[in-house]
Nanobody
Framework: QVQFVESGGGSVQTGGSLTLSCAAS????????IGWFRQAPGKEREGVAC????????YYADSVKGRFTISRDNARDTVSLQMNSLRPEDTAVYYC?????????????????????WGPGTQVSVSA
């Protein structure tokens, strides 16, 4: 049974930092591109960042460019999202998932229907 687990969420003030981690059981992250997504209350889930399976290819939503960094450690089979300069509008539940159709992220971001094995998410709350 495949299970994805996100961790590292929490509550911070504006300008603070958090690092989220994505791990999986029953699945090898290292062979797939992995995406981070978020869903704020009352809003649709949106793509935040993506990293290709080799780590050399990434995508960021415009709203997080320059503040968030996605990385992966294929030896440990984990994917991380370093979030700096956090803003109240970053408040959301953050999810990771695997793109079973691609090993590289497209320049415009990949459709959510290409992703599978969504974890339960981790809450990020940023106060003003």
């Amino acid at each position: 049974q495949v299970q994805f687990v996100e961790s590292g969420g929490g509550s911070v003030q504006t300008g603070g930092s958090l690092t989220l981690s994505c791990a999986a059981s029953g699945f090898f992250l290292q062979y797939y591109s992995i995406g981070w997504f978020r869903q704020a209350p009352g809003k649709e889930r949106e793509g935040v960042a993506c990293i290709g399976n080799s780590g050399g290819n990434t995508y960021y939503a415009d709203s997080v460019k320059g503040r968030f960094t996605i990385s992966r450690d294929n030896a440990r089979d984990t994917v991380s999202l370093q979030m700096n300069s956090l803003r109240p509008e970053d408040t959301a539940v953050y999810y990771c998932a695997a793109n079973l159709m691609r090993t590289r992220c497209s320049a415009q971001g990949d459709a959510q229907h290409e992703y599978a094995y969504w974890g339960p998410g981790t809450q990020v709350s940023v106060s003003a």
